[in-house]
């Protein structure tokens, strides 16, 4: 018969073994990202195709365009693709072709209804540029530098199809720009480490580049086009391998977009995104999985020790060995991704975004959404 002890040892146990895996992870998968040392390859300067689609971002496209079609690089071209837009779209970009040659328009006066999101209007964007590297960003992300394209299109070489940008959310004030920032760089520490370890899951369109053959090899966006989202992150779950995917995290190449102001729009937004994640190959929802429920698990036996006061000093010993690992790699990531002002909290930030995660897909099985915009 096991008694009260026993129980509690066990619960010790399985306590000690969340930890490990919790620490599996973070020196193991996200130490590689923050103690990561790009090589400095000089290779040819390859023509790039910049391809942006739109639908009625007149504001964003104003102030972010014309940083791209002035970019410090020798040969390039941008797509935008005007997705029926309403607002002033069309003058706009009328008048800036006038004014860069290297400016393609692409002008789509009807919608698609039987293909939601932006997959439709993204595919036209590509099958219109003429070369075979292809960098995309969203018409309200505002590139870092002049050297982007510099920076994203040079790892680049006869094996890599797959360059995994940084796209980070504007610094502004307010707790929910707290949770958006913090949000996007977690996820950026998981998609980036992965790669790392050669494992590659995702990529985020505010700042991607692949090969355009890569595209037609695999029939575009065929496979999901019926999901309004995933034109990037499930693109690259499918095509990535441990050979043909490399990552770039020099600050010029960083993207940064407007987040949103509300939470409800907030939650639209990741409640659309994580609807993706249950297409995404078996191993990678595993994996991306186990994180989550180690740390959840780490946490609810935590509590429960502190009730029963059961090998107290080990317990606490644990937990502070735990936090310090977690503290100290999210410090060093946070400097390698350029991010301030989210470590002091990054503990609680971790747990909320998680909390929220669960509850998010639990609401994507009453909820759907098949808007772009």
Known sequence: ??????????????????LIIQLIYIWGVFARLAFYKPKVDKHVEKPVSVVITSRDDFYYLQKNLPVILTQDYPDYEVVVVNDHSDDETDDLLERLSEQYSHLK????????????????????????????ILLLTDADCKVNSKNWIRNMQQGFDDQTQIILGYGPYKRQKGLLNTFIRYYSFFTALQYL????????????????????SLFYQNKGFISHYQVPSGDDDLFV????????VKIC???DSFTYSSPKTTFGQWMGQKRRHLSTGKLYKAKHQFWLSLYP????????????????QYLLYYVWGIFAFRLLSFLIIQKTSMNKLGEK????????????IFLLNSILVISNTIYKKNKWK
Request: aromatic share 20%; no cysteine; proline share 5%.
């Open 1 to 18: 018969m096991i008694n009260f002890y026993d129980i509690n040892f066990i619960i010790f146990a399985v306590y000690g073994l969340a």
């Open 249 to 251: 995290i020099n600050p």
């Open 237 to 244: 779950n499918e095509t990535a391998n441990k050979y043909n």
């Open 293 to 308: 429920f180690s740390l959840m698990l780490f946490y609810g036996l935590f509590g429960w020790q502190m009730y029963t």
């Open 193 to 212: 480490s992965f790669a790392l370890i050669k494992m590659p899951y995702m990529g985020v369109g505010r700042n991607l580049a692949y090969r355009k």
């Open 341 to 352: 002002k989210l470590f002091l909290t990054s503990p609680l930030l971790e747990l909320f």
């Open 105 to 132: 328009v692409v002008n789509m006066s009807f919608s698609v209804s039987f293909y939601p999101g932006k997959k439709f209007p993204l595919s036209i964007g590509i099958k219109s540029a003429k070369n075979e």
